[in-house]
């Protein structure tokens, strides 16, 4: 019997289930280079069902089952992905794409004209993720921390 695989708004009755994948979303994030920065620019949702009016998420399906989740904002003419996370069991069935599909519709229909998104260092399925949808780097940001001296011998490797 095949899985039912769907895509569709996040309700209230998601928000446990959401918390769940947004703390392992986050635990994976933080083992890329960058994770803990982009985990203190975007602190996580403390309730999903009370997200400001200029954001929002689609969780995605296997059967009745959620597996995955995409929370955006809209900023000014840009939607922006906020975290895109689908269990690793479920993975490669295309889940993480629909995330995208949805988003970029609920973007144009909002008359948004650009969406983007962050994929950390290292995080090769993120960054596969978006340029399957022609979404593409148009700037890479590097760093360096000036006051630790660990960074440095890290820059030499």
């Not at 083992?31 to 009370?50: C, F, H, I, M, Q």
Request: charged share 20%; net charge negative; proline share 4%.
């Amino acid at each position: 019997m095949a899985l039912l695989e769907s895509v569709r708004p996040l309700v209230d009755l998601d928000a446990t289930v959401v918390d769940q994948l947004q703390h392992s979303a986050r635990a994976e994030a933080a083992s890329y280079k960058g994770g803990a920065l982009y985990a203190a620019e975007n602190p996580a949702v403390s309730d999903w069902t009370r997200l400001p009016a200029n954001e929002g998420a689609f969780v995605a399906c296997l059967d009745a089952h959620v597996v995955g989740y995409l929370h955006f904002r809209i900023e000014r003419n840009t939607a922006k992905v906020v975290a895109v996370w689908v269990q690793p069991e479920a993975r490669e069935l295309g889940l993480g794409d629909a995330l995208i599909e949805a988003t970029l519709a609920n973007a144009v229909a909002a008359g948004c004209t650009a969406i983007e998104g962050t994929a950390l260092p290292g995080d090769r399925l993120t960054k596969n993720l978006y340029e399957r949808a022609g979404i593409t780097a148009r700037k890479i940001t590097v760093w360096r921390s000036l006051s630790d001296p660990a960074s440095s011998a890290d820059a030499s490797r």
